[in-house]
């Protein structure tokens, strides 16, 4: 499963934390749309550029950021700061 | 095993080909049957790595300092990897240039699928443990 959601806390010492919630999931769905809505871009592009040899290459790369969007699964990030009394965590996963 | 892993196997017992040279032709014909969809496997035979972990934990005389727990899915270092093949040559030659004047010698452009499979085969074995201020571990699982 690639990370659906993305924590960002604050604290600072005596006072009230900030929890800041990203739902990457949405995310992704805008770049899946995104990425659908290029494709009659990219498909044009890659016809106009076929003689040069860059079609293929704008064809590969289009179809490898999916590779790399499938890619992300089991990705986990944690990483928790500590700086003039401020702690900022933040998790991926 | 199949057939042509069979051949190259025969050919370095008949010493017609190197054990190098037959390892670069078993990637080769691991790679045609899209056998590199699969978990990479070390010499034992074991499933190879899944993930790079990097952890970050600070010393016990500093227990505010900083904490990093990263789990990175060596599929997307191999995706990340292959994306850098589509690097334009011009481009490739302006980031070997600036890589080699911060120190790092690395040309890209000698980078093939089969170097990736053997780097990420080999993480199997790797461990860095770096003490300081804080605790460095980089490591496969």
């Known amino acids: 499963m690639i990370p659906l959601m993305l924590w960002i806390r604050v604290k600072e010492e005596g006072k009230r934390g900030l929890a800041l919630p990203i739902p990457l999931f949405l995310v992704w769905m805008l770049v899946g749309a995104l990425l659908l809505l290029l494709l009659p871009l990219v498909l044009l592009a890659a016809l106009l550029s076929w003689p040069w040899g860059w079609g293929l290459v704008l064809l590969k790369i289009y179809f490898h950021i999916f590779v790399m969007l499938g890619s992300m699964s089991g990705l986990k990030l944690d990483i928790s700061s500590r700086e003039n009394g401020k702690i900022t965590r933040i998790v991926m996963q | ?141």
Do not use: W
């Open chain 2, 1 to 141: 095993m199949n057939e042509e892993k069979r051949k190259i196997l025969e050919m370095v017992a008949d010493k017609k080909i190197s054990v190098d040279e037959a390892e670069k032709l078993l990637a080769a014909v691991s790679d045609y049957a899209g056998e590199t969809t699969t978990p990479a496997r070390d010499g034992a035979g074991k499933p190879g790595p899944k993930y790079l972990r990097v952890l970050v934990e600070p010393s016990p005389d500093n227990p505010g300092g900083d904490r990093v727990n990263v789990r990175v899915p060596l599929n997307l270092v191999r995706a990340g990897l292959k994306f850098a093949s589509y690097i334009p040559d011009q481009a490739k030659d302006k980031i070997n240039k600036e890589m080699k004047e911060k120190g790092v010698p690395f040309d890209l452009s000698h980078f093939n699928p089969q170097d990736v499979e053997a780097l990420l085969v080999h993480l199997n074995d790797l461990t860095v443990e770096v003490e300081g201020k804080e605790k460095v571990r980089v490591f496969c699982e």
